[in-house]
């Protein structure tokens, strides 16, 4: 049981339980800064010191117990060495084994599709950094994020059957990435997520190269007001040339 359930019984201000945040920044400073907006909301902070969970097994279980929600950064390791993880595995770890509510936040927005797109189904809430400015935004999120967890997800996060095509292939820091066009989804940009979501084989830069041009179904939260919120669940590593496909993209 989590410290969430454990005190789900008290009167706090955000409901659902929610008195100490723990805050991961490998830029303590900025994490401080965050701790401080969230006193000024009424909130206890708490600067968690990385040295303390090295690797993502010693975070979940120091944070699950310590705290009601948390807010985290998606970059852990550039400025503090040592951390074997990032903020997405972390979060998706907190949200669905232990129900925690969390904002996962990111100044980086190209590291959104490689490192945070194979979690997000999982993480309802991802801010960018000027967003953290605001502590109404944070606390919104935190709020939002206990909301999915108690009901399930809102309209933007519910997902439909439809097809991807992959308009191509390339390498990125973190591996072999794909953009994927969405069929039925109200925008043209496309999706970028790692090959291997697809299968491991497709760690290889010609496997992956082979699938553009190519069509497969998922399903994807057509919701979604931009790219960074878009994920999808459930791939068919069937493979289909698009003659005759209904796409629909835009």
Known sequence: ?????LDSRLELPVGG?????????DDRGQAKAVGFQLEDEGLEALVV?????????????????RAHAVICDLQLSPMHDGIAYDGAQLVARLVSEHRIPCVLTTGFAPDVGMLVRPHRHTIPVLLTRDQTEQSDVLIEGLTRCASEIREGRDAGRRT???????????MTQYGVALDAR????????PMRFPARMLGDEYTSPAEAEAL??????????LGAKQEPDLFFEAPEVEFI???????HFG
């Open 182 to 189: 969405v069929g039925g989804w109200a925008h043209k940009t």
């Open 1 to 5: 049981m989590s410290v969430l359930e």
């Open 241 to 247: 040339e698009p003659d005759g496909q209904e796409l």
């Open 212 to 221: 553009v041009g190519k069509v497969f179904f998922a399903h994807v939260n």
């Open 17 to 25: 339980g929610i008195r100490i945040v723990a805050v991961l920044d």
């Open 160 to 170: 439909y059957r439809v097809p991807l095509f992959v308009e191509r292939a390339g």
């Open 49 to 65: 010191d990385l040295d303390e969970i090295p690797n993502v097994d010693d975070a979940v279980a120091w944070v699950s117990t």
